[in-house]
């Protein structure tokens, strides 16, 4: 009995442990553990490299919405959902409610005040500008040209001479260089020709956004006092942006100057020319010319590099593509045959995998907001103000409560009507290209390049994943592949 009495406070302090981590734990082995002190955060860092696919199986645990809690102190602490419901109030219904805020723009600081990072007044007056821009059917027939002239004279001889010699070719690579040239031409009036038959010239501006984007990421995964820690001391990955930012300014701010000084500026259909034209001073051309950059690189690029991944991975589908441009433009036989973005119009089929693959990897993974003012989501989660919301649009593609349960399977017939139309989805349950007074500007500019490579490929060539290869994402604020993704290419006819 003594010994039970000296034992006691030991007794009681294992039974306080264990009923705080049944707290902690909870009831649902599949969610993340909150730790005294730390929060969740460990979870995280122990599933960082798999961070998107494991942002699905919290969100499926818990009816698509979860809270998240970070370590004490950290600010870290946020809203995960899913749910179209909670989507489509947040970016729509309450829209003045739920800006960007004010940590979006000190994570994305290297944007500047470009349309991204802005809210209220000077996001509406950016996209105004832009808008009046994207509308203009001489800047829409630039950008239609741009693309099929990169098509025809970059990326098929490229894939010709890789199916001569039977050789594989990084298809994520190759169209981050397509789009590359193609963004700098119509932003910045330019073509740096990063895509090459001769060989593969490193272009240091692509680089640095490349590494831009991965430490954009770890900045919305680690504690704000940590990476600005970092950054004050301009170690770790913060030291890897400085440099990256240090390259971007030269390379914009070079160009940007070049332009200023080249006679005909005006005479010339790029953004960059028009917003010169308008007399905006450089530090908004750096902030704008950065933004659109980033949209259309490396959205349009990586949506094409997963689309062909699948299309693969599913070789019906391909299949049923080249029937439907077969059926539009015949049997062409010799020279590979390329084809404009009007001509394009009305191929359901084409349009439906598109869809379904930005469906299944939106380029931009996931979306962050801040709420103003408190209230209780459709979902029936309390928010306070100042709450951050993370929108997980690459989870949305995988809910079975949203997509159904074949949600997981690359279907383009989902995007077709019983009449052989496309299907139209909500923006709010479709998110790839944002919704509300949001809704991406760049929309009809990425389908036209994307439609104008998918087509040209498919009708050309076979394309044929290497056995062996892993194709996954990469830790980025784009879903770009961490691999990259080898592919054989085989023509079909010539």
């Known amino acids: 009995m003594l010994g039970l009495l000296k034992a006691y406070p030991e007794i009681l302090l294992s039974l306080a442990c264990a009923l705080l981590l049944r707290r902690c734990l909870g009831t649902r082995r599949d969610l993340p553990i909150c730790w005294p002190v730390l929060g969740m955060l460990p979870n995280v860092l122990r599933n960082l490299r798999r961070v998107h696919d494991w942002s699905v199986e919290i969100l499926r645990a818990s009816a698509l919405t979860f809270s998240f809690k970070g370590p004490i102190f950290s600010d870290m602490d946020f809203v995960a959902t899913c749910d179209p419901a909670n989507v489509n109030h947040i970016f729509t219904s309450s829209f003045a409610n739920y800006p960007k805020g004010p940590e979006f723009g000190e994570i994305f600081d290297v944007l500047g005040n470009g349309i991204f990072n802005a809210d209220d007044d000077s ?148 953004m960059l020319s028009s917003y010169i034209e308008k007399g905006c001073d450089d530090g908004f051309l750096r902030d704008s010319v950065l933004n659109f950059m980033i949209a259309g690189r490396d959205t349009t690029g990586a949506g094409l590099a997963w689309f062909f991944w699948l299309v693969a991975k599913n070789p019906e589908v391909g299949a049923k593509i080249f029937e439907e441009l077969e059926a539009r433009f015949g049997v062409s036989e010799g020279a590979m045959k390329v084809f404009d973005a009007e001509s394009l119009r009305g191929l359901v089929y084409l349009h439906a995998s598109l869809c379904e693959a930005l469906r299944l990897y939106p380029p931009v993974p996931f979306e962050h907001k801040w709420a103003v003012k408190g209230e209780v989501l459709p979902s029936g989660v309390r928010v306070e103000a100042g709450t951050k919301i993370l929108f997980s649009t690459y989870a949305m593609g995988r809910m079975e409560e949203v997509w159904g349960k074949d949600c997981e399977e690359f279907r383009p017939e989902r ?80």
């Not at 990955?237 to 300014?249: G, P, Y």
């Open 123 to 270: 996001w509406a007056s950016q996209r105004r500008s832009a808008h009046e821009l994207f509308a203009h059917a001489g800047f829409r027939a630039f950008v239609a040209e741009i693309s099929k002239r990169k098509v025809e004279r970059a990326l098929l001889p490229l894939l010709a001479r890789a199916a001569e010699r039977a050789e594989a070719v990084d298809l994520h690579d190759a169209f981050l260089r397509l789009t590359f040239d193609t963004t700098c031409a119509f932003v910045l009036g330019v073509d740096p020709g990063c895509l090459s038959i001769d060989g593969r010239p490193v272009v240091p501006f692509a680089k640095a956004i490349d590494d831009v984007e991965e430490v954009m990421l770890m900045r919305h995964v680690l504690p704000k006092w940590f990476w600005k820690l970092m950054r004050w001391l301009n170690v770790a990955h913060e030291n890897k942006l400085a440099r990256a930012r240090e390259t971007v300014d030269e390379f914009i701010l070079r160009t940007v100057a070049e332009r200023r000084r080249a006679d005909g500026v005006n005479a010339s259909p790029d």
């Open 415 to 494: 995007w077709i009507t019983g009449r052989g139309t496309v299907k139209y989805e909500p923006a709010y349950k479709f998110l790839a290209f944002n919704a509300g007074p949001r809704t991406c500007l760049g929309k009809d500019m990425a389908f036209t390049q994307m439609k104008t490579v998918a087509a040209a490929m498919i009708y050309n060539f076979e394309v044929e994943a290497v056995a062996g290869h892993v194709v996954e994402p990469k830790m980025s604020i784009i879903l770009h592949m961490k691999n990259g993704f080898l592919a054989k290419v085989r023509r079909r006819r010539g």
